[in-house]
């Protein structure tokens, strides 16, 4: 079962993308787009036509956070904009978008590389690039993206959005790589459009601001109220009957006092072949705050709807989206939430998924795309 939201190929050797690689330390992959190739006269984005290169805080949070600029990305994009004035080259987007291209991609590649072997530690390494990630695909997506659905402005499905409330004792935290966000096929994203930024937080890997906003909510309400949606075959996993007696266990109720009693929530949000490495900051994490790992969950979902449009490692492994209507499926079952609506939780965030679906597959047909799932991966059907 996977728990998070794919929307990549995988190439079959390592790559080295300005934007999207870090040598040594993440597998190369290739980018999902819904788009042909872009002309340089036509597509490709001027970040000095968007009234400058800073990002304001208004314009952070509509991409789906409640957090504060993180430092280290904003002064990513200040120092892109010193290069952009010292070498007298404008900085241009094309591809994906948040690629960068042209000649200002070769000189801030040489820039970033060094100041990436300037840095001594691991976590220098790992904060520095998902700052440069983001700050990269916030400039490129800049009047090409909808803030909402992530979408371009021209396929935007936000009128055809539902929304929903989450039952108050739940909140959903979506561990998002940042090489995932702002990608137009993530399927975490539905979670705060339908259910708001509140009850559904974004935390991007190596995003200090985001992770310790996270681990303070974790903290308050002790570790006997959270889990990791993670099918982990090295260690137990509980399934969601178990998530009852947890949570009122006589260690539990030893804890420090969680006024609110909510339980959280943690889904993985990201391809396979990086999952492993946000799982792990989590279990550090975990260790170092309570002496314990994070409780992982294992949920009985089978494939989703976006199966049908983009490849897996294998079929018996789902969504983002889908995850999250497995687990209110599966918590609704239970005698002690069927009270909740949790199911009709389920169904708004399956309506959502079918939304997306519908504007990915539009989008595809309009470029004349296929819009079927390759057969590569029918040997792990039984």
Sequence with gaps: MLISARGILFSPKTTFNSCNKIPHIYI????????????????TLTAADNDGATISLEEWQGWGTVSPLPAMVDQVIHDMKLLEK???????FGGNRGALTGGFKVAEDKKHRAKYASLYTTEEKLQFFSARQIACRLLGSRGYLCQKCWLPQEDCVCSKMKTCSLWNKLHIWLYMHPKDFLRQNNTGKLLWQVFGVQAASLCIFGIAEHEEMMWNELNRAGRNRVWCLYPNKNAVTESVKDIVGCSTSPESQAEPANKDDVLHFIFI???WSNSAAMVKRLQTRAESEWGKELRCISLNTGASLMHKLR????????CTAAAAIGLLNELN???????MGLDKQAEAIDDALEVLYEGLITRRLRWGRSISRKERHNWDIW
């Design 333 to 339: 079952q239970l005698p002690e939430f069927s009270s």
């Design 311 to 318: 490849p897996q490692p294998s079929w018996d492994r789902t």
């Design 86 to 92: 010292d070498i007298d080259k404008p900085m241009t």
């Design 269 to 271: 949000d990201g391809t």
């Design 28 to 43: 190369g992959v290739k980018p999902f787009t819904s788009k042909p190739p872009f002309s340089m006269s036509a597509d």
